[in-house]
């Protein structure tokens, strides 16, 4: 497979995003261009990492010195603690500012190494290779950073660009169909707020990505869906403006899995699909997305049986503690719960142009019972 190569360039930093075929075997290669005079190399990774990957890294890296983290991820591992730990081990190695934490996991784990990372010496270097989908497609790529707290997800942390991200498709093999939807989701969010040509691809072809029956279709998803995250990143580092656009369904989905108490009940991915498609039907009821693209949405969920019905998941006495987490949303100004909504499939609405009450979210939600 080709390899392909693209810049994300910010105000602070520009960094190259690879994605290949069995790139991780040749990560000192990359390390090397993108990183100078690194000594140590603490390698953070997923317990769920199959050993096979491990010893490619490490073979890789033979000339460094490797001191290896293993995590357990889950939301709850995903807090302050674990990065005191981290940070409390690397400290105590004496690592500086040009040597590197290397990522390797999903989002949860990108998320905790790369706070460790931006928070040691107020910047150490930070490779992150994203081994789900989900990963690979969003939280690897715009430098979020961030960890939960009992008031809500990612409400602690930082922007921080990362060094380099590899994407290695071949670790993709192994994914589990439930892991791959949840990929899936970020996908499909980043053609809806930015690509209707993209959408109208996804909608032949989803099924053949989600399924993992064709390489080349998943390929071109993963880097469709980078190139337009990459675009908003590169124009609004600091989620200002257009950025905030990429919060579509998310506020939402924070607070479906606040309510599940960030249990595996729903993941992440999961609570995006159902957050994107709750706010499609709050924007229709609002009369600011046609008829027909919200049919054509809720026919693209049907056809591929994504979770599209609160009720099927919350009882209607939870509702109160989804609304409640949204109040701590951290994109809120003021009282009012921001939402990015669409006006159409690939065009949004602006940044702080919707914000409705709790009563107001709570009232619509519950109407979904009647």
Not at 47 to 65: C, M
Not at 153 to 164: A, R, S
Not at 261 to 282: D, I, P
Request: glycine letters at 6%.
């Amino acid at each position: 497979m080709k390899i392909t190569k693209f810049k994300i360039v910010t105000k602070n930093k520009t960094y190259p995003i690879i994605i290949g075929n069995n790139i991780i075997k040749r990560i000192d290669k990359y390390l090397s261009s993108e990183i100078k005079n690194c000594k140590k190399i603490s390698l953070i990774i997923d317990n769920n990492i199959p050993k096979k990957n491990i010893y490619e890294i490490q073979k890789s890296l033979r000339k460094y010195p490797i001191f290896i983290t293993y995590i357990k991820t889950n939301e709850k591992i995903k807090s302050i603690l674990t990065v005191e730990k981290i940070v409390d081990n690397l400290l105590n190695k004496n690592f500086h500012r040009n040597d590197c934490i290397i990522a390797l996991g999903g989002g949860i784990l990108g998320d905790i190494a790369a706070f460790s990372a931006s928070i040691i010496k107020r910047g150490i270097k930070f490779v992150n290779i994203p081994t789900t989908l989900l990963a690979q497609v969003d939280s690897s790529i715009g430098g979020k950073t961030g960890v939960n707290s009992k008031y809500g997800k990612n409400l602690i942390g930082t922007f921080y660009q990362p060094d380099l991200v590899l994407s290695d498709i071949s670790i993709l093999r192994s994914l589990p169909k439930k892991e791959v939807i949840c990929g899936y989701a970020e996908i499909l969010k980043h053609s809806l707020i930015l690509n209707k040509k993209f959408f109208l691809w996804l909608t032949k072809n989803a099924k053949k990505i989600i399924n993992k029956e064709n390489k080349k279709f998943i390929i071109k998803a993963i880097i469709q869906s980078c190139k337009i995250k990459s675009k908003i990143v590169s124009s609004d580092e600091r989620e200002r403006g257009l950025r905030q656009v990429l919060n579509f369904g998310h506020t939402f989905a924070h607070g479906f899995e606040g309510a599940k108490n960030f249990s595996k009940r729903l993941n992440h991915g999961e609570a995006v699909l159902l957050g994107m498609v709750t706010a499609v039907e709050l924007a229709h009821s609002k009369k600011i997305i046609p008829t027909k693209d919200l049919i054509l949405i809720k026919k693209h969920y049907t056809n591929l049986n994504l979770p599209m019905n609160i009720k099927k998941i919350f009882k209607k006495k939870e509702i109160g503690k989804v609304v409640s987490f949204m109040k701590k949303d951290k994109k809120n100004l003021g009282e009012k719960i921001n939402l990015i909504l669409l006006k159409r499939i690939g065009k949004t609405t602006g940044p702080n142009n919707i914000a409705l009450t709790s009563r107001e979210l709570k009232k619509f939600l519950i109407a979904s019972y009647n």
